[in-house]
């Protein structure tokens, strides 16, 4: 996966962010808005989760890097401070585990996460249980809130080994994910036998794929739906870089196109949240005032998809 750092989007926010950062980032209410940052329920315990989160891809995967780790130490900060708690990472993603588990410890905030990691599905039960140790160590956590299975792709992948690490309290809730559209059709298989209380998919303004048919079983399995690549791995900023928003943007409250694409995922009725990439803190400032305010209805959204497809 490339790296979701993305300089069109970074020269896009470099008018306003830097002042809005300043402000923001010595105090910690100081992200907020007016409006609270959205969240919606977990369907399976009622638990309401905010709506954005934080993906680790790539982005924490480094070692002996001062100034890293000070960026990305911003970034859970002010996660946090803007009332976000879910951050996303895997045993797959290098060393990403590593930098979160310090992260977290570092600012004392465990308490304050939904925690979110993945094991590969094709492991063997001992190789599986080994990656969840490990994962637990790394996280430096006795637990996390959300284990999944990664990219799967069996149809005959059965949930019964997480069911068991969740009675024994390694995890709170669990799941599985894909982003590979070639296994669409054997995951769709599995979410409607196994029913997991959380399923993570790509989907994007440019990749509405999801919506045909694995975003309404998601809903009627009682899966919470967690988004991923919701930039589309930047494709989204680079056709849109240079152009203006388009004028009714501003009825759904979006004043950046990362704000416009993330309002539209949120927008759809099965999504419970989104977990971009984030890098730096102006980014996640950004990104939390797409969880807060208006979201655009049907009618909106038709509008944004035909805006989208003639840009």
Known sequence: MRPLTDPLRRHLLAGTAAATLAAALPRARAVATDDALQTRPIPQSGERLPVIGIGTAVIFDFANDATKFAERRQVMQTLVAGGGKLIDTAHAYGRAEDRVGELVADLGVREKLFLATKFSYGDSRAAATESMQNSL????????????????????????????????????YTGMTISQTR?????????????????????????????????????????????????????????????????????????????????????????????????????????????????????????????????
């Open 183 to 311: 296994s669409y059709e054997a995951i769709a298989k599995v979410l409607a036998r196994e029913k997991p209380d959380f399923f993570q998919i790509n989907y994007s303004l440019g990749d509405r794929e999801a919506e045909e048919r694995l975003l309404p079983m998601a809903r009627d399995a009682g899966a919470a739906v967690l988004i991923n690549l919701p930039f589309g791995r930047n494709s989204l900023f680079k056709k849109s870089a240079g152009k203006p928003l388009p004028d009714f943007a501003a009825e759904c409250g979006a004043t950046s196109w990362a704000q416009f694409f993330l309002k539209f995922i949120l927008s759809h009725p099965a999504v419970t949240a989104v977990i971009p990439g984030t890098d730096k803190p102006e980014y996640m400032i950004d990104n939390l005032k797409a969880g807060r305010g208006v979201m655009p209805d049907a009618a909106m959204r038709q509008r944004i998809v035909k805006f989208w497809d003639a840009l």
């Open 137 to 172: 160590r790394r996280l430096k956590t006795k637990n996390v809130d959300l284990m999944q299975a990664w990219n799967v792709a069996d149809e005959n992948y059965d949930l019964g080994l997480l069911r068991e690490w969740q009675r024994q309290g390694l995890c709170r």
